[in-house]
């Protein structure tokens, strides 16, 4: 009976949900089922393909996840956190699903508890259901509507403002939002519920930031940050049950991600660690950064502070300390690490959550017919979901004149799956590349995304010698040419090493390194253009002669595998 009154009591919130995460979910399974689909699947949420490729691996059997993309480095120590992969990868064999259709699957299952998960912490935050009802599709589907430009954009030219909601991309920050939202609504229970069965709430708080140290690196530290700043509230307020209980929480969670920070340690060690580290942006650094829109948003908090009850007060003024402090670490540490990543996935759905509050406490205080109250809510959480049901809508249109395009990589696609080994590495275009680990079990040479796994510069910037040969840059004329060409030997080889540092410009690598590189590309001929490609695992050369007629691979006297009507040769490396 208890589950049944508690199944009506948030009735509203799961249908909420549902609806979200059916906006979220379904524009690549609607285009699975249009006439426009030939075999070839839709992977356009920022980077989805590298993220896809991690589950892939767990298809193919690599559960350490060393490495996704180069098959000679599977044995590697992992960087990227592989508990969100494993979950997918797992559920969706178990289930007897594809990889594509795990991570189809697990995005509506992932993004609807998300999405309950807000809807119950506000909830909770604010003592109002319409809190929490708005704050579920307004941080999933509206954040965007916080940045004035992108509103601009929107209304004055929608198809350029038109990316699919990051809350579809699988893994990050899909997986790890929903472990960030659980974790606050059972701390919350856990920090306010002091009976005896807080300490249930206590154990799965521990265990969600524990599962969270294998997730994302952002994910867990804004949690002890946050932690932290709240410890120091209740200090300040002498509450020192409270105390023990955020510090005993944070504590059993270091416990349990005491292995993966001994991994850290190891890893940390690796010949390759340091030069692998700052292509993520991980720099030396002491600069100050600061959030308008944060700034904004705890100035109206130190207006109407007085609205609201003495839990969640203090809980906003611990978030807001902690929105500051996470990206300004680099102050203390010296260590910049791309903490945007805080601003865009912790800092702002908090905030939201604190408009939210705000909004829901202000019509209340403003409007005395609960009628009226209730319409309002009402029409703040359809404007929500209809930007949702708009800007993925805007996505689909903007995309599907070139996902129609990629359906003539279909049978190449198929063939590599049916045809050649696992684990064999193919030498193909930029944009194949891009997506051969994700939709097959084969390999590549050089993948964009690949560079944030342990990998050496030398190996990169050998994969952007062999492009340039193929593409006809002239040995005589190199030097030039790579001159012109710094920002993309930049994101090739160092990815965000240069972005983040004051006074140096994106392609400002050091000179020795460019001399090198001129060397090393004025050193290649069509004499030695298979053993060069040869240094590093090659099973198979696709040559995409529709796209990239420059490549003349015919003139390397490879024997042919199969060659199909869209224009790709796929050739054997023997």
């Given at each position: 009976?208890r589950k049944l009154?508690l199944?009506?009591?948030?009735a509203?919130?799961?249908?909420?949900?549902?609806v979200v995460?059916?906006?979220?979910?379904?524009?690549?399974?609607?285009?699975?089922?249009?006439s426009?689909?030939q075999?070839?699947?839709?992977?356009?949420t920022n980077t989805?393909?590298?993220y896809?490729?991690?589950?892939?691996?767990v298809?193919?059997?690599?559960?350490?996840?060393?490495n996704?993309?180069?098959?000679?480095l599977?044995?590697?120590p992992?960087?990227?956190?592989?508990?969100?992969?494993?979950v997918?990868?797992?559920i969706?064999?178990?289930?007897?699903l594809g990889?594509?259709?795990?991570?189809m699957?697990l995005?509506?299952?992932?993004?609807?508890?998300m999405?309950?998960?807000?809807?119950?912490f506000t909830?909770?935050?604010?003592s109002n259901?319409?809190a929490?009802?708005?704050a579920a599709?307004?941080?999933?589907?509206?954040?965007s509507?916080?940045?004035p430009?992108?509103?601009l954009?929107?209304?004055?030219?929608?198809s350029?403002?038109?990316?699919f909601?990051d809350?579809?991309r699988?893994?990050n920050?899909?997986?790890?939002?929903?472990?960030f939202?659980a974790?606050l609504?059972?701390f919350?229970?856990a920090?306010?519920?002091l009976d005896?069965?807080?300490w249930?709430y206590?154990l799965?708080s521990?265990?969600?930031l524990?599962?969270?140290?294998y997730?994302?690196?952002?994910?867990?530290?804004?949690?002890?940050?946050?932690?932290?700043?709240?410890?120091?509230?209740y200090i300040?307020?002498?509450d020192?049950t409270?105390?023990k209980?955020?510090?005993?929480i944070?504590?059993g969670a270091?416990?349990?991600g005491?292995p993966?920070?001994l991994?850290?340690?190891?890893?940390?060690r690796?010949p390759?660690y340091?030069e692998?580290?700052?292509?993520?942006?991980?720099?030396a650094?002491r600069?100050?950064n600061?959030s308008r829109?944060?700034?904004a948003?705890t100035?109206?908090?130190?207006?109407?502070?007085?609205w609201?009850?003495?839990?969640s007060?203090?809980?906003?003024i611990a978030?807001?300390?902690?929105a500051?402090?996470v990206v300004?670490?680099q102050?203390?540490?010296?260590?910049?690490?791309?903490n945007?990543?805080?601003?865009?996935?912790?800092s702002?759905?908090l905030a939201?959550?604190?408009?939210?509050v705000?909004a829901v406490?202000l019509?209340?205080r403003?409007?005395r017919?609960?009628?009226?109250?209730?319409?309002?809510c009402l029409v703040l959480?359809?404007?929500f979901?209809s930007?949702g049901?708009?800007r993925?809508?805007?996505?689909?249109?903007?995309?599907?004149?070139e996902?129609k395009?990629?359906q003539r990589?279909a049978?190449?696609f198929s063939?590599l799956n049916?045809n050649?080994?696992?684990?064999?590495?193919?030498?193909?275009?930029?944009?194949?590349?891009n997506?051969?680990p994700?939709?097959?079990?084969n390999?590549?040479?050089?993948?964009?995304?690949g560079i944030?796994?342990?990998?050496?510069?030398?190996?990169?910037s050998?994969?952007?010698l062999l492009?340039?040969y193929l593409?006809?840059?002239?040995?005589s004329?190199?030097?030039?040419?790579?001159?012109?060409d710094?920002?993309h030997?930049?994101a090739?080889v160092?990815?965000y090493?240069?972005s983040?540092?004051p006074?140096?410009?994106?392609?400002?690598?050091?000179d020795?390194?460019?001399?090198q590189l001129?060397a090393r590309?004025?050193s290649i001929t069509?004499?030695?253009?298979?053993?060069?490609?040869k240094?590093?695992?090659v099973d198979y050369?696709v040559?995409?002669?529709?796209a990239n007629?420059?490549?003349r691979?015919?003139r390397?006297?490879l024997?042919?595998?199969?060659?199909?009507n869209s224009?790709?040769?796929?050739?054997e490396?023997?």
């Amino acid at each position: 009976m208890r589950k049944l009154d508690l199944l009506k009591e948030h009735a509203t919130g799961i249908i909420i949900a549902v609806v979200v995460g059916l906006i979220i979910a379904l524009p690549p399974i609607v285009f699975r089922w249009s006439s426009d689909y030939q075999g070839f699947d839709m992977l356009k949420t920022n980077t989805e393909a590298h993220y896809v490729a991690q589950v892939q691996e767990v298809y193919d059997g690599h559960l350490a996840l060393g490495n996704p993309f180069f098959a000679d480095l599977k044995n590697e120590p992992y960087l990227f956190p592989p508990i969100g992969p494993l979950v997918i990868g797992l559920i969706g064999r178990f289930l007897g699903l594809g990889a594509i259709e795990a991570v189809m699957l697990l995005r509506f299952v992932i993004t609807s508890a998300m999405a309950f998960f807000i809807y119950l912490f506000t909830r909770e935050l604010a003592s109002n259901k319409w809190a929490g009802l708005i704050a579920a599709p307004f941080v999933m589907l509206g954040y965007s509507l916080l940045d004035p430009s992108y509103i601009l954009e929107f209304f004055r030219d929608p198809s350029r403002a038109a990316d699919f909601i990051d809350y579809g991309r699988p893994v990050n920050p899909q997986f790890s939002s929903l472990l960030f939202f659980a974790y606050l609504f059972f701390f919350w229970r856990a920090l306010h519920r002091l009976d005896k069965s807080s300490w249930r709430y206590a154990l799965v708080s521990v265990l969600i930031l524990g599962a969270s140290f294998y997730t994302y690196l952002f994910t867990w530290t804004f949690i002890l940050s946050l932690n932290g700043f709240l410890s120091l509230v209740y200090i300040s307020q002498k509450d020192w049950t409270r105390v023990k209980r955020i510090v005993g929480i944070s504590a059993g969670a270091a416990i349990l991600g005491l292995p993966y920070l001994l991994h850290v340690l190891d890893v940390s060690r690796h010949p390759w660690y340091a030069e692998s580290a700052r292509r993520f942006g991980f720099v030396a650094l002491r600069v100050p950064n600061v959030s308008r829109m944060i700034v904004a948003i705890t100035i109206l908090f130190i207006v109407v502070r007085k609205w609201f009850a003495r839990p969640s007060r203090l809980f906003f003024i611990a978030f807001f300390s902690t929105a500051f402090f996470v990206v300004n670490e680099q102050l203390i540490t010296g260590q910049y690490v791309f903490n945007h990543h805080y601003h865009w996935y912790y800092s702002t759905p908090l905030a939201i959550v604190f408009l939210s509050v705000t909004a829901v406490t202000l019509i209340d205080r403003a409007i005395r017919k609960e009628r009226w109250q209730r319409e309002i809510c009402l029409v703040l959480v359809l404007l929500f979901l209809s930007h949702g049901v708009a800007r993925q809508v805007n996505a689909y249109k903007t995309v599907l004149g070139e996902m129609k395009r990629e359906q003539r990589y279909a049978a190449l696609f198929s063939w590599l799956n049916q045809n050649t080994p696992k684990d064999t590495t193919v030498f193909a275009s930029e944009k194949i590349s891009n997506y051969l680990p994700a939709l097959t079990h084969n390999n590549v040479y050089y993948h964009g995304t690949g560079i944030y796994t342990l990998v050496p510069d030398e190996r990169l910037s050998h994969g952007y010698l062999l492009y340039n040969y193929l593409d006809g840059v002239a040995t005589s004329s190199a030097r030039e040419f790579m001159d012109r060409d710094r920002g993309h030997i930049s994101a090739f080889v160092f990815g965000y090493t240069y972005s983040f540092i004051p006074g140096v410009c994106y392609g400002c690598f050091p000179d020795q390194f460019f001399d090198q590189l001129v060397a090393r590309y004025q050193s290649i001929t069509d004499d030695r253009f298979i053993a060069e490609l040869k240094k590093y695992q090659v099973d198979y050369i696709v040559w995409d002669r529709q796209a990239n007629p420059t490549w003349r691979v015919d003139r390397f006297g490879l024997p042919i595998a199969v060659e199909f009507n869209s224009g790709q040769v796929v050739y054997e490396v023997k």
